[in-house]
């Protein structure tokens, strides 16, 4: 088992190796044939070129600014929602419901055309709303948090019923604290997944100042051609935040996941 997980752990992380081998040479040993992992000298030349040819700050900014608050509002709204499911009885629930399972097999992909349309007549395109609107909305992670409120014990909400408590108190006092590994889970995945969306905000964001990071490092890269080092050096750069958010919450990740249920999934 052991050795299994090791050579699963090198085969992730050798790209990742590779890709940082390459944003530090040369760029005219990144082609040197046969290949190289350690070029002739190590330069940031790359890395330089790359925030001199774009606002990284800028771009950076608004990927963290754009991140957080989509995770915000997809863990309140999407908790809110599944505690509806899985704790209130209303007509039409099961409908809802499954209106609700069935947006997880529809592509996102089939969603951008009406999407980008209502961006439009909404004047949201080139604004942050525009970019973080469409993405709040998650089905998987409102069947996720259902599962998890539904194996919630039911005697701690009622003997809070008992004591006077109503239905909003219960949820924000008893069952979102019961709730932080999953939470905790549905908000990293979130963030991650945010981090790293390209299509849409590269659809509904035209301005260079709203940009993204994974938009602005491909309009990067598209004005100054085929370059290997800066293209990896883009990589690192886009990439490094997010392992740092892995590294600082790997707990929390594997604790939502055992909760969930994903473990075997």
Known sequence: MLVAA??????????????????????????????????????????????????????????????????????????????????????GRKVLYGVVLAGIMVPPQVLIAPLFAEMLQLGLVDTYWGVILPQVAVPVMVFILVKFFEGVPRELEEAAFVDGAGRWRVFWTIVMPLSRPVLAAVAIFTFISTWNNFLWPFLVTTDPNGMTLPVGLVNVQTSY??????????????????????????????RGVAHTGLAGQ
């Open 225 to 254: 051609g085929l370059r290997y080092a800066q293209m990896m050096a883009s990589v690192v750069i886009a990439g490094l935040p997010l392992l740092i958010v892995f590294v600082l919450f790997q707990r929390q990740i594997v």
């Open 6 to 91: 090791a050579v699963l752990a090198v085969a992730w992380l050798l790209p990742l190796a590779w890709a940082l081998a390459t944003s530090l040479k040369p760029e005219g040993e990144t082609t040197k044939t046969p290949l190289e992992w350690i070029g002739s000298k190590i330069t940031f030349d790359a890395y330089r070129q790359v925030w001199a040819s774009g606002d990284l700050g800028r771009w950076l900014f608004n990927t963290a600014y754009i991140s957080v608050m989509t995770t915000l509002l997809t863990v309140t709204l999407c908790a809110m929602a599944a505690y509806g499911f899985a704790r209130t009885d209303f007509r």
